[in-house]
């Protein structure tokens, strides 16, 4: 789904409840030659939305951006009391490899959700919006601005868990989406222009491995090097999943996708719904897996570009070698 010119400068405001993930989608768009943060909006989630606000000021340090645009959003879900992944990401959401906490330069007066109404009224078809947390401020936004969806160039989420996989197939739980699934609910039925999710199920597979953490911290830059750390306390939790230290670049493939839509490799369109299962809410293309319809009446939504399958060593070089500040 290109709707620019490949080396068209992408203006993106990015979502984020800042843990080791989302610190390096962001680290990433920094460092790409056609993206420009033009904003960032905090939420939370992997922690809490001040810690998350933390986070994005060590980010933007270690980018040397620390004048972009900062707001702070949602403490937790629209409705409920929020769950964070603190046994994931570590208490402070980056690994508690800090202890000095830092104050983004340039906060705006304005919550998160206000801000991305404003922008993107401001500008219509301008501004790309990431959202690669819950979806809490996007559904605040929602309230504010129903047609909101509509005044982005694209919008490009981290979440869902694709089509219905295989009988027998193993699920993982999509945080963003099960940590506000109201909010995931509103997102999926709103009116769009664009709207790509990149899930869980894609995400799961883009895989950074003991060589590319080793590369990073063989870069001997400031960036590398902060990305070996965070991913090293990473992998201190993700080991006991596969017995290895590996870990998926979940939001940085979805900020990579939106840079290079070319990188999808399947995908496909349908109305996306939120589904409780009585252990975990997740968002389906309203599909099994084998293009056949589900099994009950789907909620009626705009349709989603669902995103199935990806070019994950294209990705994973230009990843490594930007967050490793190499040519």
Known sequence: MNLDAPDAIRHIIVDTDTGIDDALALLYLAGHPHAEISAITSVFGNTSVDSALTNIARVLSVAELEDTLVARGAAGPIVGTSRLASHVHGEDGLGDLWSTPLRPK???????????????????????????????????????????????????????SGAYPAPGTMLMVDANVHSDGVAAERMFAAPRRALVMVGVDVTARAIVDEQGVLALRRSGTPWGTFSADVLDAYMDFTQYTWGRRISAAHDGLAAALLMHPEWITRSADGPVNVTRDGFATRAFLMRTSDGMPVCWPARPAPDTHVVLDVDYSAFLADFLRILSRTP
Do not use: K
């Not at 990431?130 to 996007?138: A, E, H, I, T, Y």
């Not at 936004?141 to 969806?149: H, M, Q």
């Open 106 to 160: 340039n906060m705006s007066p304005l919550s998160s959700a206000e801000l991305i109404v404003q922008m993107a009224r401001a500008r219509p078809g301008y501004y790309d919006l990431l959202p690669l947390g819950p979806f809490s401020n996007v559904a605040l936004a929602l309230e504010i601005e129903p047609d909101l969806l509509t005044l982005f160039r694209s919008v490009v989420v981290m979440g869902g």
